[in-house]
């Protein structure tokens, strides 16, 4: 360590811990260790875009080439207007021309918020750029051009009419978009969860004796519920100082949800632990077709399951629609054959 | 329990026997109170809920007269089970989801089962998952580790390089911001699995990112901030305080001996004490040093607080002090009256537990509960406290102070500067409640 390091490191308030660790390790300054980046590896990572822009590539997209982007490869998650909520909660709607002239959602003030959309929330148009070059379409991230980019994120834009139809994203009109962002005041720093030190926004005190707590239950699980989360006394020992309580046998679990069995003792559980899941439900469309109705299409037919059983592992398009299925590596032939087997046989 | 089999073996045990010699003489000697008290309650158990043998057991319980299979038996040899798994007796322990919390399993959660774990250290096949975008076995000889932006040189490490660099290795809890977010409102799950199960803690190994950005010669004055960035479909981002980066934050391969597991970021993931786990970048292939926040989705979008007047606070990070009683609690159901320990966790993101204090009677009176060593830094710290079921209903809470003094709050208290249209960040104090029927379930006070 130098010592114009150590002398900024002290500066900046450098814990001890910290600072003994730099001191005592064998890099002094510059390790044999790890070597120089080349500005090609950098390009290739550094994808992030900054809320002042920083990082954003060269560029544009116009909101009529991003609904061909849309409709091709992300509609069949997001709903055709990006109001799903069959994926993920919806990416647009929500907020009014009142919020986009103050630059704050009027429904996410009060108790009665409705479901909050990606548009309701967003305060930097960057994140919205950023993450959808690094993470969409979710089964193919960072396969879209930058061009593409700009496009399908005016497109989402166009959808909450922050844009128009016929607006051109690019390096400049981005910080027009900005200035017109529905929730783009509605954000704050202001609290004491950034820093350790930080505040605390509750002040409760340890009383120990007669603390005038109001005791009322205000809240309880209603008797309904008691077994939507399968059988507790499955989910707790058969021994030791307390029991599982017993609530009724529940229905089976849901296609895209908890299995209530152990891991590894169904087709469902490994059809999960191999993530067809995130993809199949049992009976309706997620991005590929439900299992059952993949069972329906081929019943009676000869030779379906080798044809089943290869597909799954090479993945392809144009059976149910133009989205791909990707290819299955991860599983064996033999694997590939025993889930195709259970599809077919109606996945139950 | 009603079934007889299951009661047979609860034979009166002589209180000699509860204890072992150790904790007889530190009782006889008088040098802990605490032991003396459970050698009462034990010396209640036996006189008051034990069971007379059955009819045609007069001469003593089968379980010992009839010598069982293993006693009997030549057993299994060595590494007939190369890499070792629970016994076939603890199947009911296992990461579950939340029917319906998320809609696709590869953008999900799965939570840690609380409810039957010792100590504070969780077992790595247990710990909870929380994915964006799936989870990846990443092949470490192909894995690279960059930090760039703010540095004299920018530098790729591969991990021969990152475990041949002198190693910290200690233990920290790591909690999801969402942990508990389902009960802002109302109650929502039954167990304590899903009300804090985004809750684990392990022993991490790995360099210090101090000595990292050392390496790379980051420029302390005009970076403030760091950026991590994963290497998975999501390539989760966020954005941490150069002062945090500094301080105890750790590039890390290994976990509680071994290295990382696939589903908590294998090979490389980022450590960062105290603060929640989104920070906490799994599969890390890049750190950048900047001059300002870098606004990700998952820290101006995401694990956002949303308050009363509809602002949104970003960048929220440090998980604030917080427990809860692991047993008994709720979808339990207690056999019989007489001894138990209420046993549970606590912890905090700014330092150690100090305190933990427990009522049986919804918060009108609190006993200070016992602290298990070790009680670390921004590690979860075990409490225990006995406990004499008379049978009445009961309610059941647990209330921790860190070093800074901080006293967890109550549900209303959250509520009143937060509202309830918050997701993330719920610090309240649990209640379980106890019916005559021995059975806890969960509930809120008002």
Not at chain 1, 189 to 210: P, Q, S, Y
Not at chain 1, 220 to 241: C, K, T, V, W
Not at chain 2, 35 to 42: F, S
Not at chain 2, 306 to 321: N, V
Request: net charge negative.
């Amino acid at each position: 360590m130098s010592s114009w390091d150590r002398a900024t490191a002290i500066k900046l308030g450098l814990s001890a811990l910290a600072l003994a660790t730099i001191a005592a390790s064998p890099l002094a300054g510059a390790s044999n260790l790890g070597r120089p980046a080349t500005p090609a590896e950098i390009a290739a990572w550094d994808i992030d875009v900054r809320p002042d822009f920083a990082g954003l590539p060269a560029g544009s997209g116009s909101v009529e080439q991003g609904m061909e982007v849309w409709e091709s490869k992300c509609e069949s998650c997001h709903g055709t207007f990006g109001e799903s909520n069959e994926v993920f909660t919806p990416l647009a709607g929500g907020t009014t021309r009142a919020d986009q002239d103050s630059g704050r959602v009027k429904s996410l003030v009060g108790p009665n918020v409705p479901q909050r959309t990606t548009l309701m929330k967003l305060s930097t148009v960057s994140t919205l750029f950023d993450y959808i070059r690094r993470a969409m379409p979710w089964n193919a991230p960072k396969s879209l051009s930058d061009d593409e980019v700009y496009a399908v994120t005016a497109y989402v834009l166009y959808l909450n009419d922050v844009v128009s139809d016929d607006f051109v994203l690019d390096q400049d009109s981005i910080r027009e978009v900005q200035n017109r962002l529905p929730n783009r005041n509605g954000m704050t720093r202001d609290h004491g969860l950034w820093e350790v030190a930080g505040k605390a926004d509750t002040h409760n005190t340890a009383c120990m004796k007669n603390c005038a707590a109001d005791v009322e239950i205000s809240s309880s699980l209603p008797e309904y519920a008691r077994d939507s989360h399968g059988n507790l006394a499955d989910q707790n020992r058969s021994f030791g100082p307390v029991r599982g309580t017993t609530t009724a046998a529940s229905a089976a679990p849901a296609a895209t949800t908890a299995p209530t069995q152990p891991a590894g003792t169904s087709r469902l559980a490994m059809a999960e632990e191999y993530g067809c899941t995130g993809c199949h439900a049992m009976d309706d469309t997620i991005v590929g077709p439900g299992f059952r109705q993949v069972a329906q299409r081929y019943a009676d037919k000869a030779g379906s399951l080798d044809q089943v059983a290869a597909k799954i592992r090479a993945g392809g398009s144009g059976a149910w629609g133009s989205m791909p299925m990707p290819a299955q590596e991860q599983l064996n032939e033999e694997q590939a054959r025993e889930l195709a087997e259970w599809i077919l046989s109606g996945a139950n | 329990m009603t079934g007889s089999s299951k009661q047979r073996g609860r034979i009166s045990r002589a209180p000699e026997n509860f204890l072992s010699q150790e904790q007889i003489a530190a009782v006889s000697s008088g040098r802990r109170d605490f032991l003396r008290q459970a050698m009462i309650a034990a010396a209640a158990v036996s006189a008051g809920a034990a069971l007379p043998l059955r009819a045609g057991e007069a001469a003593g319980d089968p379980e010992i007269l009839d010598l069982p299979p293993w006693s009997k038996t030549l057993g299994k040899p060595v590494a007939s089970n190369p890499y070792g798994s629970p016994s076939k007796y603890e199947k009911n322990l296992i990461r579950r989801e939340s029917p319906g919390l998320t809609r696709v399993g590869a953008a999900s959660v799965s939570f840690a089962p609380l409810q039957g774990l010792f100590g504070i250290i969780t077992p790595s096949g247990l710990h909870f998952e929380r994915h964006h975008q799936g989870w990846q076995d990443v092949d470490p000889a192909r894995h690279r580790f960059m930090i760039n932006g703010l540095v004299r040189t920018p530098k790729v490490y591969t991990m021969d390089d990152l475990m041949r660099l002198p190693s910290v290795s200690r233990i920290h809890f790591i909690e999801c911001g969402a942990n508990s977010g389902m009960e802002w409102g109302n109650v929502a799950v039954p167990t304590v699995q899903y009300t804090h199960g985004m809750l684990s803690c392990s022993e991490f190994t790995g360099v210090p990112l101090s000595a990292l950005l050392e390496d790379c010669g980051a420029d302390l004055k005009a970076g403030k901030y760091i950026l991590a960035e994963g290497a998975d479909g999501s390539s989760m981002t966020r954005t941490i305080a150069m002062e945090r980066a500094l301080d105890d934050v750790i590039v890390a391969y290994g976990q509680n001996g071994e290295m990382l597991r696939p589903e908590n970021g294998y090979p490389l993931r980022l450590v960062v004490p105290g603060v929640q786990g989104v920070s906490w970048v799994k599969w890390l292939r890049r750190i950048e040093v900047g001059d300002q926040p870098y606004g990700t989705k998952d820290e101006t979008l995401h694990y956002v607080d949303l308050l009363p007047d509809g602002a949104q606070r970003q960048y929220t990070s440090i998980q604030e002090c917080k427990s809860v009683i692991t047993t008994p609690s709720g979808g339990q159901t207690l056999i019989g009256q007489g001894y138990y320990t209420i046993t549970g966790l606590a912890w905090s993101g700014r330092g150690r537990i100090r305190r933990v204090d427990v009522s049986t009677d919804g918060g009108r009176n609190w006993r200070t509960a016992r602290l298990e060593t070790p009680v670390l830094s921004k590690a979860l710290t075990r409490f225990n406290l006995d406990w004499q079921w008379d049978g009445s209903p009961a309610l059941l809470q647990s209330r921790a102070i860190d070093e800074t003094g901080y006293v967890q709050p109550t549900m209303p208290q959250l509520r009143e500067v937060r509202g309830t249209k918050s997701i993330y960040h719920n610090n309240a104090i649990q209640t379980w409640a106890v019916a005559p029927s021995g059975e806890v379930s969960n509930v809120q006070l008002g």
